[in-house]
């Protein structure tokens, strides 16, 4: 059984790109985390999102970034025109629905030149 | 309201114990640990859901005050594996809700 899948692991970004991290959970998990991790800080939750439905967004920035987990294929997080200050980690995790255990991949590490 | 944790940063010697503790302003359903090594993914320690259940395995255990919103992972015989950051994970609800980590734990263990 993969663990939790995040692709790609390193992504340059020039300003005003867009950059697409996509995460694909473990086998029969259903509820996807985003989190972001600024370097030699902690993990500051962003989305939480189950198939097809967004259930907390509360820590998503409001304007640029957007998240999704289609019924079919791996949950994508997406920033629009990004920034340098949007280079950080990106941690994905997923869970069972009724399993509080979550598990990381080995996350997407953004640098916004 | 993230948790806070302390110490900030502890350094050891091979052998030594460490206590790292976890402390939630809101009232909690369950509090996850995990380790980190620089430039990698969180790893799941352990789940604490009930209060004062104490949890471990090898020589790293667990409390949780349900009354006091805190928790407190116990490290014993500390070895060089055991070098990372640790985080408390919070959780509010016992709906699979997200997780709200804490500051973080510096820990360095020397030979």
């Known amino acids: 059984n993969a663990g939790v899948m995040q692709n790609p692991r390193h992504l340059v970004r020039r300003r005003g790109q867009e950059a697409r991290l996509r995460c694909s959970p473990m086998?029969?998990?259903?509820?996807v985390y985003w989190y972001r991790q600024l370097p030699e800080e902690g993990l500051k939750f962003m989305v939480y999102?189950?198939?097809?439905?967004?259930?907390?967004e509360s820590g998503m920035p409001k304007e640029r970034f957007s998240a999704e987990f289609p019924k079919e294929g791996p949950s994508i997080l997406r920033i629009q025109q990004v920034v340098r200050g949007d280079s950080a980690a990106y941690f994905c995790?997923?869970?069972?629905?009724?399993?509080?255990?979550?598990?990381f991949g080995q996350g997407t590490r953004l640098t916004v030149v | 309201q993230q948790p806070v944790q302390s110490p900030q940063a502890v350094i050891l010697r091979e052998g030594e114990d460490a206590v790292i503790n976890c402390s939630s302003s809101?009232?909690?359903?369950?509090v996850h640990w995990y380790r980190q090594k620089h430039g990698e993914a969180p790893v799941f320690l352990m789940i604490?859901?009930?209060?004062?259940e104490q949890k471990g395995h090898d020589k790293i255990s667990a409390s949780f005050n349900e009354k006091k919103q805190q928790s407190s992972l116990y490290l014993t015989a500390s070895q060089l594996s055991y070098s990372g950051t640790y985080f408390c994970?919070?959780?509010?609800?016992?709906?699979?809700?997200?997780?709200?980590f804490g500051t973080g734990t510096r820990l360095q263990v020397f030979p």
């Open positions: 995790a997923s869970s069972r629905p009724t399993d509080p255990e979550a598990f």
């Open positions: 086998k029969g998990h259903s509820h």
């Open positions: 999102l189950q198939k097809e439905n967004i259930i907390d």
């Open positions: 809101k009232a909690l359903y369950s």
């Open positions: 604490l859901l009930k209060g004062g």
């Open positions: 994970g919070t959780e509010k609800s016992g709906n699979t809700d997200k997780l709200i």
